[in-house]
């Protein structure tokens, strides 16, 4: 019995796969400049986004990028988490 219970608990543990979310984001509210740094984010979900990288990539002013990023915050597309001087932005 101990060792069926031993197979049974090792193969709970071994064959236990991650289940992905997928999440769908209504992109239709979106403008094309917010719709790109949704695509950015999206490409880099794993690890996050700075919020300065993006102000560099995108070569937009800071005060535009931090509307842009509370608009999409408020649409329960992003979270932004305080690092620091700057924001790490993740897809919600």
Do not use: C
């Not at 950015?40 to 931090?66: A, C, R």
């Amino acid at each position: 019995a101990a060792f069926l219970g031993g197979i049974g608990f090792y193969l709970l543990l071994t064959k236990t796969e991650k289940l992905k979310e997928y999440k769908e984001y209504d992109l239709t509210k979106l403008n094309k400049e917010e719709k790109e740094i949704f695509l950015f984010i999206k490409e880099n979900k794993d690890k996050g986004v700075y919020q300065s990288n993006i102000v560099e990539k995108f070569n937009l002013p800071k005060s535009k990028t931090s509307r842009i990023l509370d608009r999409m915050e408020r649409l329960d597309i992003i979270e932004k988490k305080r690092r620091g001087m700057t924001n790490l932005i993740f897809l919600k």
